[in-house]
């Protein structure tokens, strides 16, 4: 079955830093969404990307789509301490119905 | 407020219980999901449906069931027969079907086997 890789498990970093997470998968994907956990609570959507090679922005969080729809990333600039959560990815493969979660980016921030 | 009600918050069951999780949504969504959480792992899907009357397997379904009577609701049933049911289990629904679009979720259920 699909699935859907996502790295690193955890990071670290100092408040101001940059932060990225990585997500690949080993179907094509027809699209894929981005979602943020805060401690103790549920999912936000944050994104859905469906186009090859798609950038899109929002603040400091920056979103890509690998031209051949297997990649994505996450890139947050300057990370403040409200970035601080678990984010997702999560992918649809081409010509399936079903939604795969990779196990996600633990992101802690360092005041 | 549109959204997606889970109950309980919390819920504490013995061995052997079987035990129902509640989902209702006011979004008039037509699909609806429930999926486990487990620490350090993502989201797996145990079932979903897509219309009234009609749900799917998803890909840790065993131990589990189901029903869809009505658009607003789809609740989960923990059974006996899963061996491991400790978990964070989540519900969500979304405007269009699986993969489509955007899932929205309820705040979950925390369920602890004693």
């Known amino acids: 079955g699909q699935q859907v890789m996502q790295i690193p498990q955890y990071q670290h970093v100092q408040e101001g830093e940059d932060f990225t997470t990585y997500c690949n998968s080993s179907t094509t994907l027809s699209n894929i969404q981005w979602y943020k956990q805060r401690p103790g609570g549920h999912p936000v959507f944050l994104i859905q990307l469906v186009k090859s090679g798609e950038v899109k922005k929002q603040k400091r969080l920056t979103f890509q789509f690998g031209e051949a729809k297997k990649n994505s990333s996450l890139h947050i600039t300057a990370t403040q301490t409200t970035d601080v959560g678990t984010y997702f990815c999560a992918g649809t493969g081409a010509g399936s119905y079903q939604l795969t979660f990779g196990k996600g980016t633990k992101l802690s921030v360092i005041p | 407020d549109g959204g997606i009600t889970q109950s309980p918050k919390y819920l504490f069951r013995k061995e052997g219980q079987n035990v129902t999780l509640s989902c209702e949504q006011n979004l008039n969504h037509d699909a609806m999901y429930w999926y486990r959480q487990d620490p350090g792992q993502g989201l797996r899907l145990i079932y979903y449906s897509q219309i009234v009357n009609d749900f799917q397997k998803g890909d840790i379904a065993e131990g589990y069931s189901v029903s869809r009577e009505k658009k607003e609701s789809f609740p989960l049933t923990v059974t006996s027969a899963q061996k491991n049911p400790t978990a964070f289990y989540l519900c969500?629904?979304?405007?269009?079907?699986?993969?489509?679009?955007?899932?929205?979720f309820g705040e979950g259920s925390r369920l602890t086997v004693l």
């Open positions: 969500a629904s979304s405007l269009g079907g699986t993969g489509a679009g955007e899932l929205f």
